[in-house]
């Protein structure tokens, strides 16, 4: 990273060697320091851009969106009230060593996040009930006490996201000893942002005693660790550990030091982080994680970067970089119809949409489409009670930026090559989205080729999406779980093996067209089995946009020896039938219906049902229909084979 000086406005721009920013932000820590030292503010004006407190509250109060979120809130509260504090034994914290399962230890640590939140918004929104006050300084008092702010899965897991410190040395590393090491994950960043901001935001109603207690943890616990320990693993990395933690520790920093040369120290490092996440995007602004990592990554991006911009009075902007302004407009281009997702790599079919992240983002960038109110995200619909997005859900939304609906058009990712292409015919929504990529992307699926169908609220052809995160999941079995190799995906099986993981797997662009009448897409894929039987992979997709549109894949082979087996895999929600005529039909409700014409002289066709397990430990049922090539002797050397998918 570069920055350079133009007036009074350091502008920060980024430069890559391979994949590694280069950091020279930190040889301008005199301009940085300038800059801190010519912006005198009170902290509590950071959060509040030309209004005061009371102006908006009044404005949540007068408009139909914010009136039902503080409702949710509040609802919320009185049933919180109702519980007690859930204890974080050491039962939990030992069970992802011992088993390999995240979701006990985590369901306690979340449930405590969610007090939080609940409680300092309420304190913050109903000052009159002194019930909300005590019930959040209990839960301030008792989270300052937790061993580690940390997830045993992130102290335990990789070097990626342990840090420096080595599994046997984890006991030193959650110490609580002076001069000891401490791990820094996603959550112990979001922790320490969360108390600095609700000890800035609730002023002096807080007690001394616990504002010098969050100051002095997260000071032992996140800064002072952040800028004398050797550097985190995430440091570096190019997806949302990067922003989230960086930018989280940039804002506790903000709030806590008030010496400009401490906070120089802190920003200046954090810098790092900031804008090697940015080099993990392309210019496209795709993130190939899935659109709720870009919910969460980029979200505290920017939560981070307009912290930064105000607290140095502009001089350090990150949103005038052009690629922040393309991350910023990925939002729109994913969406399939409503709440529906493109939902591959590790995302979600379905999400809300944080109203107060669209808002700002929108009035940076006016091209940026504000999604419908209506779309809003619930407040517990982030089932790990996020502090800063909860927060700037009731700051930055506007009722007056009320959004339409996804609209027809066509989008192509160049850099991931991402295809989606939504058509709003009178009937309804009809939606094709493909992908080539390579398989290792962040949250990597193995998925070269893959694609997915959307008609009148049903998908019909599906990704999985996201799977339960276990020790497994992130580790060498990955690709063995369903949701992650491309057995669950809808691409072929030769010779009963799969895609391999690896960046050396990825895909070619033949042609991307684009007209009123249809979208082409062609791949060469031929690299994505590891194999040098096969010589050349061409998937070809043509979505020809009809009322109701249809889509034409064709894949044609060539190998250098015959396999045995070719099976040509879709993937479905639903289960299939065969029509009259001999089609597939997946019909789910009489509007949405899928037909899937093939050669049945080439083809035979069976189901196979599997059970996938979500993030969020629930399991639904999911099909696999295989198009298995008949045996005739021995498979040629070429084949084409081609599936007519129509909506009828």
Not at 190 to 208: C, K
Not at 230 to 245: D, F, L, Q
Not at 315 to 327: S, T
Request: hydrophobic share 40%; net charge negative.
């Amino acid at each position: 990273m570069r920055t350079r000086t133009e007036g009074k406005r350091l502008h920060i721009s980024f430069k890559k060697v391979g994949r590694i920013p280069v950091n020279v932000a930190l040889g301008n820590m005199e301009e940085l320091k300038a800059a801190l030292g010519a912006v005198k503010i009170d902290q509590s004006q950071l959060l509040f851009a030309g209004e005061s407190a009371d102006q908006v509250k009044a404005r949540l109060r007068s408009g139909q969106h914010g009136s039902q979120l503080v409702e949710e809130i509040r609802t919320e509260g009185v049933k919180l009230l109702q519980e007690t504090m859930p204890e974080l034994s050491y039962t939990l914290f030992r069970l992802y060593a011992e088993q390999g399962t995240r979701v006990e230890y985590e369901h306690v640590y979340f449930r405590r996040r969610n007090r939080l939140t609940t409680f300092a918004l309420l304190a913050w929104l109903e000052t009159e009930h002194g019930v909300y006050f005590d019930a959040l300084l209990d839960t301030i008092w008792s989270i300052l006490d937790e061993y580690t702010w940390c997830l045993p899965a992130h102290i335990l897991q990789g070097p990626e996201m342990r840090g420096p410190i080595g599994e046997g040395q984890q006991a030193a590393n959650l110490a609580n000893a002076s001069g000891e090491a401490f791990t820094i994950d996603l959550f112990a960043a979001e922790t320490a942002f969360a108390l600095s901001e609700i000890s800035v935001l609730l002023g002096d109603a807080l007690p001394d005693l616990l504002r010098v207690r969050i100051r002095e943890e997260v000071l032992r616990r996140i800064l002072r660790p952040f800028v004398t320990q050797a550097p985190s693993g995430w440091e570096t990395a190019t997806h949302n550990w990067a922003s989230v933690c960086g930018g989280s520790i940039a804002a506790a920093a903000i709030y806590t030091l008030q010496d400009d040369d401490e906070l120089a120290a802190v920003l200046g490092r954090a810098f790092l982080p900031l804008a090697s996440y940015l080099s993990g995007f392309e210019e496209d602004g795709a993130c190939t994680e899935g659109y709720m990592y870009w919910q969460y990554g980029f979200g505290y991006f920017t939560y981070a970067a307009d912290l930064i911009q105000r607290r140095t009075g502009g001089a350090v902007d990150w949103f005038q970089d052009d690629k922040v302004r393309q991350i910023a407009l990925f939002q729109q281009k994913c969406f399939l119809d409503g709440r529906k997702v493109v939902s591959f790599s590790d995302s979600h079919g379905e999400a809300g949409i944080f109203m107060g992240l669209s808002g700002y983002l929108k009035q940076l960038y006016p091209e940026l489409e504000h999604p419908e109110l209506g779309l809003r995200a619930g407040y517990r619909d982030d089932h790990c009670s996020r502090w800063a997005p909860a927060l700037r859900n009731l700051l930055w939304a506007r009722e007056e930026a009320d959004g339409r609906p996804w609209h027809t058009a066509s989008y192509y990712l160049a850099d991931a090559q991402w295809l989606i292409s939504r058509q709003l015919q009178p009937q309804g929504a009809y939606v094709f989205a493909a992908k080539g990529g390579h398989n290792n992307e962040p949250h990597n699926h193995n998925d070269l080729g893959h694609f997915l169908l959307y008609a009148q609220g049903e998908t019909l052809l599906a990704d999985l999406g996201s799977g339960r995160y276990t020790r497994a999941y992130f580790g060498p079995e990955r690709y063995e779980i369903l949701c992650n190799g491309s057995q669950g995906h809808s691409v072929p099986i030769i010779d009963g093996q799969y895609q391999q993981a690896g960046a050396a797997h990825r895909a070619e662009l033949l042609e991307f067209t684009s007209t009123e009448a249809q979208d082409a897409l062609a791949l060469e894929l031929s690299s994505a089995y590891g194999t040098e039987k096969v010589r050349q992979w061409v998937r070809r997709f043509t979505w020809r946009k009809t009322e109701p549109p249809t889509l034409v894949v064709s894949d044609r082979f060539e190998f250098t020896k015959a396999p045995t087996t070719l099976v040509e895999r879709f993937i479905s929600w639903h289960l299939p039938q065969q029509a009259e005529d001999g089609r597939i039909v997946i019909a789910p409700t009489k509007e949405a219906r899928l037909f899937i014409g093939y050669d049945s002289s080439l083809f035979d066709w069976s189901v196979e049902s599997f059970i996938h397990d979500d993030h969020y430990g629930q399991s639904r049922a999911c099909y696999a229909i295989d198009f298995t090539l008949k045996p005739s002797g021995q498979i040629r050397l070429e084949l084409s084979a081609m599936f007519i998918c129509a909506f009828e």
